[in-house]
């Protein structure tokens, strides 16, 4: 059974950091494009960072202004996600994403993914 499961969200203040990691089971990773996407409740999921099977190239999403990188390490099979000056406003559940094709057409839809993990939280404290 295909399985993202996603850690290392937390709570922070703003300013700070945190690293995400999403780790994937029952799928050939390398295949896979990856992606991070995140929901505030109410509001619709919207892609953030997204990246090709090889990590060779990244589709934006929201524009986080330089202040996250998406990359993953395939042969851990895990996703990472690095944001640094963390905003009030980038509060929110972050989820990983599964694209079996292998890349994307555009990080904004998060009907392009086939795969969602349970979501991390992530809350920034003003």
């Known amino acids: 059974q295909v399985q993202l499961v996603e850690s290392g969200g937390g709570l922070v203040q703003a300013g700070g950091s945190l690293r995400l990691s999403c780790t994937a089971s029952g799928l050939r990773f390398d295949g896979y494009a990856m992606g991070w996407f995140r929901q505030t409740p109410g509001k619709e999921r919207e892609g953030v960072l997204c990246i090709s099977r090889s990590g060779a190239t990244t589709w934006y999403g929201v524009s986080v202004k330089d202040r996250f990188t998406i990359y993953r390490d395939n042969a851990k099979n895990t996703l990472y996600l690095q944001m640094n000056s963390l905003r009030p406003e980038d509060t929110a559940m972050y989820y990983c994403?599964?694209?079996?094709?292998?890349?994307?057409?555009?990080?904004?839809?998060?009907?392009?993914?086939?795969?969602w993990g349970q979501g991390t939280q992530v809350t920034v404290s003003s």
């Open positions: 994403a599964a694209r079996s094709s292998g890349t994307w057409n555009t990080c904004s839809r998060p009907s392009e993914s086939n795969y």
